[in-house]
Nanobody, 124 residues
């Protein structure tokens, strides 16, 4: 499965941004999809995940309440809508695909495929 993430850029604090990740070469609807992020000098951090049918979602504590993950299985695409962005949201955002059990949906090692990342910079 090839994953390609898009939508990053330079935004100001308080702005909104929507990232999207397009999958090809596999059965998109069979994968749990997730977003992780990595800021300079830090470890990769879980942002959000969504189950195969889109009915269950999970969020990391740092974005909970400010972000929404969604998917369109007909378009092989997963989205991450981020609102009220803060400087600490600055990071490279990666999409990932895998078959984690629910308890491991926030675990980096549970995902098999990774996109190349898209940089989000929040700065005034």
């Amino acid at each position: 499965v090839l994953l390609q993430a898009y939508g990053g850029g330079l935004v100001q604090p308080g702005d909104s941004l929507r990232l999207f990740c397009v999958a090809s070469g596999g059965t998109f609807r069979s994968y749990v999809m997730a977003w992780f992020r990595q800021a300079p000098g830090t470890e990769r951090e879980f942002v959000a995940a969504i189950k195969e049918n889109g009915r269950s979602t999970f969020y990391g504590g740092s974005v909970k309440g400010r972000s929404t993950i969604s998917r369109d299985n007909a378009k092989n695409t997963v989205y991450l809508q981020m609102n009220n962005l803060k400087a600490e949201d600055t990071a490279v955002y990666y999409c990932a695909a895998g078959h984690p059990i629910t308890a491991a949906a926030d675990t980096e090692g549970a995902y098999y495929y990774w996109g190349q990342g898209t940089l989000v910079t929040v700065s005034s």
